[in-house]
């Protein structure tokens, strides 16, 4: 295991350190914002203690990177494998795009969580975020997971504005009684199934584990599923010249 | 069923004295014009389904085939023009959206051809290329200003990564969805043997096209679509695409009918569903913004490849080029409003953004008052259809040049303009394989080959000419253009002097 005490460190020779660094396990202390942080990595675990800066763990595939403290925007952008821990909330875009891998965020995420998220085979993306989600979770959603916990909302919908706008594909699972009220005509909603209740199930096995929640009384509370209403939102729009 | 309004565009004219009932027409349209009828024994034709794409023309045997645009029409006049009618009527049968590929065929200026080259005559020698070497290499990236020395005082020659062309003209992004397989290979061969790069667009790279990776170019658009560390790091340089020419400022939409086994495994998404680019790239809602995806991209690779950021021209380019040039990218690559596309919305195409010419000579003055024009290159595209074209771009302040319809037109494109039926019959804008197996790669990459070779000759020619041996000395000589037929606005847009003068 390598500690590298980061401190005030610019980001570029931070992220030289960690590339050449030939430990699979690094450890970086006192983290105050760098951003690119473990981008494109994938063969090296890192625990970040303190603020992890914007794009960490862009293009992620394969590591496992865990914050503990809060993550700035654009967590996992474009995340290809791998797992990213938040112990705290990150800021927006969190997800962007991704294609594989897991993000974990204990309490909030910010605004455009999940945007273009998509699938392939046995890529499954999977975003679960504690708390609450900010608006435009999902937009252009097009394969993958996102679950939303609303642990804090008491019942309410955990999400902003604009949840799931353009969806073709995945699913949103929010744990919570009433439903977003302006879920956008490509969304269809619904009571989630005991199928569904069974994936949502697996899904929070080690999300639970990690940051210590009951849950089997996460189960017991009413979860509704956003999907899409076609694959193929956009098929009747043109007309040839 | 209500009436049909339209009357077919073209009519297929076959002269029954030379046909001689082969029916080598009806297996090579696509569209199925052609048809043999077994009671008459003669082939007959659907003129509402030709697209006037010259695959039967070019195969009869006979030559007893031609497509004639029909002179039936409307009454005259100048404002209500048949097209307009015929796409009113389009949207009020179906009412969607006008859906049209390739560039824009309206008649708006063309300034290349309002630009004409000097020559040498007695007072400077004019070079001839043949007797004396004439350097075209291109080097695209940032160039320090600064020389830069080491705690010893020794100099650091480490530089920016460059992409190194033998010739200022690559092969602009098409991806792989919009064409073919083979279309895409034909490139790539290409690229390789001329010493320059094709553009893999943003559908991915095909597991086959890897080995070419030296001349590739590979691109990051608002999908994502294929877009993983072992892509990055395949190609030569990445692209940012944030705009296109064709269609600035909206996204893209590849029609889940057309994603088949290939393009799913390419773009790494679902077979037959929709493969949508968002409008923007929704990490990026400013200059700051792009700065972290260009160094995100910068991280993946660990600094060895150059970073390409592609934006449509439109009104505010200079500004927007400015704040490219101090967003950490290397290249910035502008797309003219007459830029091609796979299909776009007909409104837009025809009716968005600014011609390449004029982008081009503001961006480049602008960057040069702001003391940056070194922190990027410049590459251009969006209807560059001849090396005279490329001259006048290079003398306007083009590092090179991108081309795409020219490419696609060596392939043996005929500019139909109907790419986004899927069903051409030339094999390059379509998926269907018995189509796609008609454009033979090694053939195709020929004639790439030869079009560049020859586009290359024409602009050492006129290089010499110029009494100018290095491309080098060219870039940003606006001295070398004069405007014909231009007003004193479009002149000082361009930076150039009037012919005469």
């Not at chain 1, 603020?51 to 700035?72: E, H, K, P």
């Not at chain 2, 509402?48 to 070019?58: A, D, E, F, G, L």
């Not at chain 2, 494109?413 to 379509?430: D, E, P, V, Y």
């Not at chain 2, 000419?465 to 004193?488: F, K, Q, T």
Request: charged letters at 20%.
């Amino acid at each position: 295991m390598t500690t590298i005490d980061v401190g005030l460190k610019p980001f570029d020779e931070l992220n030289r350190e960690i590339r050449a660094c030939t430990d699979d396990t690094l450890v970086l202390n006192d983290v105050n914002g760098q951003r690119y942080i473990g981008c494109a990595l994938s063969n090296k675990n890192i625990t970040i203690n303190g603020t992890s800066g914007n794009a960490m763990g862009a293009y992620l595939d394969g590591c496992t990177i865990t914050v503990n403290g809060n993550a700035q925007d654009a967590t996992g952008d474009t995340m290809n494998d791998g797992m990213i821990i938040i112990h705290g909330s990150c800021g927006d875009a969190a997800g962007y795009s991704m294609r594989g891998g897991k993000i974990f965020i204990r309490d909030s995420a910010g605004y455009r969580s999940g945007i273009h998220m998509k699938a392939y085979e046995e890529k499954q993306p999977l975003i679960i975020i504690g708390d609450r989600a900010g608006s435009f979770l999902g937009e252009y959603l097009a394969g993958g997971t996102i679950i939303v916990l609303g642990l804090h909302q008491e019942g309410k919908a955990p999400v902003g504005y604009f949840c799931g706008t353009g969806m073709h594909g995945g699913k949103i699972y929010l744990r919570c009684d009433t439903l977003p009220s302006d879920l956008p005509q490509q969304v269809s909603s619904s009571d989630a199934t005991q199928e569904d209740m069974q994936e949502i199930s697996a899904h929070l096995e080690s999300y639970c584990a990690i940051f210590d929640l009951d849950k089997e009384a996460l189960l017991a509370s009413h979860f509704y599923v956003l999907r899409p209403n076609s694959s193929t939102p956009y098929k009747m729009l043109y007309t040839n010249v | 069923m209500g009436i049909n309004y339209l009357y077919p565009d073209f009519e297929v004219h076959r002269d029954r004295e030379k046909c001689i009932t082969c029916r080598v027409c009806e297996r090579q349209c696509a569209n199925e014009v052609h048809s043999y009828d077994a009671e008459s024994n003669r082939m007959v034709s659907d003129d509402t389904k030709c697209v006037n794409c010259h695959r039967c023309v070019s195969l009869c045997p006979t030559h007893a085939l031609k497509i004639v645009k029909t002179n039936h029409g409307f009454k005259d006049n100048a404002n209500w023009k048949g097209d307009v009618i015929q796409d009113i009527y389009r949207q009020a049968d179906s009412g969607g959206v006008l859906l049209a590929s390739m560039g824009t065929p309206k008649d708006y200026p063309v300034y290349w051809d309002k630009m004409l080259i000097n020559a040498s005559q007695v007072t400077n020698p004019s070079i001839d290329p043949l007797r004396e070497p004439m350097e075209t290499k291109t080097f695209l990236g940032q160039k320090s200003s600064k020389i830069r020395r080491d705690e010893n005082g020794k100099l650091i020659t480490k530089t920016d990564p460059q992409l190194a062309l033998n010739i200022p003209i690559m092969f602009s992004a098409m991806s792989y969805g919009s064409i073919s397989y083979n279309a895409h290979k034909s490139l790539a061969l290409a690229a390789q043997k001329l010493g320059i790069f094709y553009n893999t667009g943003e559908g991915g790279l095909h597991e086959d096209f890897y080995q070419y990776g030296k001349n590739t170019i590979v691109q990051v658009a608002s999908g994502r679509f294929g877009v993983h560390p072992e892509y990055l790091n395949a190609g030569a340089a990445i692209e940012i695409k944030m705009g296109q020419g064709a269609k600035p400022g909206i996204g893209g939409h590849l029609p889940g009918s057309k994603i088949g086994e290939d393009i799913s495994k390419t773009r790494m998404i679902p077979e037959h569903a929709d493969a949508i680019s968002p409008a923007p790239h929704h990490d990026i809602y400013s200059i700051e913004d792009l700065r972290q995806l260009v160094y995100t991209l910068k991280e993946a690779t660990a600094y060895t490849k150059p970073i390409i950021v592609k934006v449509a021209a439109v009104h505010n380019i200079s500004a927007i080029a400015s704040g490219i040039a101090r967003s950490g990218a290397d290249i910035i690559a502008i797309d003219g409003f007459r830029g091609g596309t796979g299909a776009a919305p007909a409104r837009t195409r025809d009716n968005v953004g600014i011609p390449i010419e004029l982008a081009l000579a503001s961006v480049d003055t602008r960057l040069r008052q702001e003391g940056i024009r070194n922190n990027v290159s410049l590459v251009v595209g969006g209807s560059i259809r001849s090396s005279a074209d490329v001259i006048k771009a290079i003398a306007l302040g083009a590092d090179a040049i991108y081309i795409a319809t020219s490419a696609l037109l060596a392939l043996g494109c005929h500019l139909c303009r109907t790419c986004q039926s899927g069903k051409c019959n030339w094999g390059i804008a379509t998926q269907r394989p018995e189509l796609v197996k008609r454009l033979n790669p090694e053939v195709g990459s020929e004639r790439l080959v030869n079009l560049i070779t020859a586009w290359n000759h024409e602009i050492k020619e006129m290089m010499g000419g110029m009494g100018i041996n290095s491309i080098e000395a060219l870039r940003g000589n606006r001295l070398m253009l004069r405007g014909i037929g231009l007003n004193e606005t479009e002149l000082q847009i361009l930076g150039i002097a009037h012919a005469g003068q």
